[in-house]
Nanobody, 126 residues
Framework: QLQLVESGGGLVQPGGSLRLTCAAF????????IGWFRQAPGKEREGVLC????????IYADPVKGRFTITRDNAKNTVYLQMNSLKSDDTGVYYC???????????????????WGRGTQVTVSS
């Protein structure tokens, strides 16, 4: 069974940090670009960052520049999202998604991605 499983979400105070993990089961992430998306209450799902199979990355959401970093460990079949200096606007459900191929889509349209996790809740609040 092919699946992605996110973990690491939780409640954090503004200015704090979290590291989200996206683990793949049933397939090899080496051949996939991996994107992180988030969805705030009442808003559409938006792309945050994406990492190429080579390890290069692209940022989809300007507000996370300088604060969020995406990395991958192909040996562990896992992708990470390090989030620092968190703000209340970062609150939402965070999803990882896999797109077959070496490159990230130029536009983070959800239909570009083949597999999705169920998400992990991130709440930034004092």
């Amino acid at each position: 069974q092919l699946q992605l499983v996110e973990s690491g979400g939780g409640l954090v105070q503004p200015g704090g940090s979290l590291r989200l993990t996206c683990a793949a089961f049933g397939f090899n992430l080496d051949n996939y670009a991996i994107g992180w998306f988030r969805q705030a209450p009442g808003k559409e799902r938006e792309g945050v960052l994406c990492i190429y199979s080579s390890g290069e990355s692209t940022i989809y959401a300007d507000p996370v520049k300088g604060r969020f970093t995406i990395t991958r460990d192909n040996a562990k079949n896992t992708v990470y999202l390090q989030m620092n200096s968190l703000k209340s606007d970062d609150t939402g459900v965070y999803y990882c998604a896999a797109d077959y191929g070496w490159s990230c889509p130029a536009v983070p349209a959800p239909y570009e991605f083949d597999y999705w996790g169920r998400g992990t809740q991130v709440t930034v609040s004092s």
